[in-house]
């Protein structure tokens, strides 16, 4: 990709990539950008052989703000509490709530060969002291923190207000609190039972020390306090936190006016947007991270996240479309290209790149890796519907040789994405089911209809025994094209009704390919019935 290319050329000296996230529920796969987009800089970095550390973190002393995952009599006592502190709803062994979701979330990243070099966790860092020497700084320049909230965000806060957030001793809650004084050791602090509309403080008041774990920084300061503490000089985010004024704006300037250290570079990326409506309905499927990866495997995600450039909105509609067929097709042509063989369409600058990263192992021997032989998915799927398919005999020869360990793997693995597809998303039309005899509705054939099919059947003699889809499409546009065909449709439709009984399916030459020859020929001939051969001829 030339973009983490680009950048990686322009720095220098050791680099750390940091991304870090709040673990407040079920992720959508859209999250999964974010890590990605970190992963391909870090191997953009390690590429030009600059040191590079990957850091990922989990930012678990954050307030619970969203009770939708709360049993109803949890609510009062949790809402507000950091997410480090609140059970494990759904109690199967973690030690929080912050564990349980954060963890979901990063089983998923070894699974796309996103691999950081340590996590951390804010929870932990707190409580060991390490946040101590920024809360201090924050807290001796107070005044200067509320100047900047005025300046950058427009957001003026009272003058007593301190930027510290106390873990109140009573209740446990973070998101109630205010502080008011700071004497050099200790805060003196409120948890309101009104600070906030969606927690109620206990009203406690006291004087505590803000060190070693009671208490967290604003968010803004904590991200600036990351930098520092890590040294971080990479950090991409989210477009909605990259707005002017918004949360990346304001912690540059307390990194740079607070921590007196400048902030590090950003590459604000858009969110992958799933489905519109049609995401709700009947099914349900939904967007979550662990279903989309069942029919999507982790290359092809990928390259669904990388194949525009990160300021690029991402559009992926896979309920009752051919979106994901279409990924698989994309992911094959940027391979094909990037092994110098011949494709049809236009590519983007940089594809060579967007293959590269786009694979699991960032060791990986692309080369290798780009010439492999890929069954096309829609093909897959139609093969996945016919019954007693041997699909192994009819991939290799479409090939044309033996598969190699690896096409094994590839094979297998899209096979069963191919059969996710069509139990999860795929459209009526690629569902078919051949009939056995003659389906009645050939009774409506046209003469011009009956002649193509004649002529489709006496063509297919020069097709190999497994020919493939791509074969089959040309013969079949050829074959029209000789007859003087009015339409393709009306050709293709002659197809659909004498295998399936009804004129429409999917593309006409892999539902052919994916059939035996023998039938093939047997069934046009019956459905062209006495129809003289050839036509123009
Ligand atoms: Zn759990
Ligand atoms: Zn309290």
């Known amino acids: 990709m030339d973009w983490a290319d680009e950048l990686a050329s322009r720095v220098s000296g050791p680099q750390v990539v940091n991304d870090s996230k709040?673990?407040?529920?079920?992720?959508?796969?859209?999250?999964?950008?974010?890590?990605?987009?970190?992963?391909?800089?870090?191997?953009?970095?390690?590429?030009?052989?600059?040191?590079?550390?990957?850091?990922?973190?989990?930012?678990?002393?954050?307030?619970?703000?969203?009770?939708?995952?709360?049993?109803?009599?949890?609510?009062?006592?949790?809402?507000?509490?950091?997410?480090?502190?609140?059970?494990?709803?759904?109690?199967?062994?973690?030690?929080?709530?912050?564990?349980?979701?954060?963890?979901?979330?990063?089983?998923?990243?070894?699974?796309?060969?996103?691999?950081?070099?340590?996590?951390?966790?804010?929870?932990?860092?707190?409580?060991?002291?390490?946040?101590?020497?920024?809360?201090?700084?924050?807290?001796?320049?107070?005044?200067?923190?509320?100047?900047?909230?005025?300046?950058?965000?427009n957001v003026q806060h009272p003058e007593a207000w301190h930027p510290i957030g106390v873990i109140c001793p009573n209740c446990g809650k973070v998101g109630t609190t205010i502080v008011t004084e700071w004497d050099g050791e200790r805060v003196r602090f409120e948890c309101r039972p009104d600070l906030v509309t969606w927690a109620h403080g206990c009203g406690t008041t006291g004087w505590i020390s803000p060190f070693g774990g009671n208490a967290k920084l604003p968010w803004n300061l904590e991200w600036a306090a990351q930098w520092s503490l890590f040294g971080v000089t990479i950090e991409p985010n989210g477009k909605d936190l990259s707005t002017a004024g918004g949360s990346r704006d304001r912690s540059d300037a307390i990194a740079r006016e607070v921590f007196e250290r400048e902030p590090p570079l950003n590459v604000p990326y858009e969110f992958l947007n799933i489905g519109g409506k049609k995401m709700s309905t009947s099914k349900g499927r939904g967007a979550a991270a662990h279903t989309i990866a069942e029919v999507v495997p982790p290359e092809q995600l990928r390259f669904l996240f990388l194949r525009p450039r990160p300021n690029q909105a991402i559009e992926f509609d896979p309920e009752g479309t051919d979106a994901v067929p279409r990924l698989f097709d994309e992911f094959d042509k940027f391979a094909a290209a990037t092994a110098r063989r011949e494709v049809k369409g236009e590519l983007p600058p940089g594809f060579e790149a967007t293959f590269r990263y786009s694979l699991l192992d960032a060791g990986a021997d692309v080369d290798a890796e780009a010439a492999a032989f890929r069954p096309a998915f829609a093909h897959l799927a139609l093969l996945a519907q016919i019954p007693g398919v041997d699909l192994e005999w009819r991939v290799e020869s479409e090939k044309g040789s033996a598969l190699t360990g690896r096409e094994h793997a590839i094979l297998d693995q899209r096979a069963a994405a191919a059969r996710a597809w069509l139990d999860a998303y795929a459209p009526d039309s690629a569902r078919i089911a051949v009939k056995d005899e003659l389906p009645p509705e050939v009774a409506d054939l046209t003469d011009d209809m009956r002649a193509y099919l004649a002529a489709v059947a006496e063509a297919a003699g020069s097709l190999p025994e497994a020919?493939?889809?791509?074969?089959?499409?040309?013969?079949?546009?050829?074959?029209?094209?000789?007859?003087?065909?009015?339409?393709?449709?009306?050709?293709?439709?002659?197809?659909?009704?004498?295998?399936?009984?009804?004129?429409?399916?999917?593309?006409?030459?892999?539902?052919?390919?994916?059939?035996d020859k023998d039938f093939v020929v047997r069934r046009l001939t019956e459905a062209a019935g006495a129809a003289p051969v050839g036509g123009s001829s």
């Open 22 to 153: 709040t673990p407040s529920g079920t992720v959508h796969v859209g999250s999964l950008r974010g890590p990605v987009i970190l992963d391909v800089i870090t191997r953009a970095l390690r590429a030009r052989e600059l040191e590079t550390t990957l850091l990922y973190g989990v930012d678990d002393l954050d307030p619970m703000d969203a009770q939708a995952l709360l049993t109803p009599d949890a609510i009062d006592r949790e809402m507000g509490r950091p997410l480090a502190h609140v059970p494990d709803p759904a109690g199967d062994g973690h030690s929080s709530y912050a564990r349980h979701f954060a963890g979901l979330f990063i089983d998923t990243f070894a699974g796309l060969g996103i691999q950081p070099d340590r996590y951390y966790w804010m929870s932990d860092l707190y409580d060991a002291g390490e946040m101590d020497p920024y809360i201090r700084t924050a807290l001796d320049r107070a005044a200067l923190v509320r100047d900047i909230y005025r300046r950058v965000a």
């Open 467 to 515: 020919a493939s889809g791509e074969q089959w499409q040309d013969l079949l546009f050829r074959t029209a094209v000789r007859l003087e065909m009015r339409t393709n449709r009306q050709s293709f439709a002659a197809i659909y009704v004498a295998f399936l009984g009804r004129d429409s399916g999917p593309r006409a030459g892999w539902l052919l390919a994916s059939l």
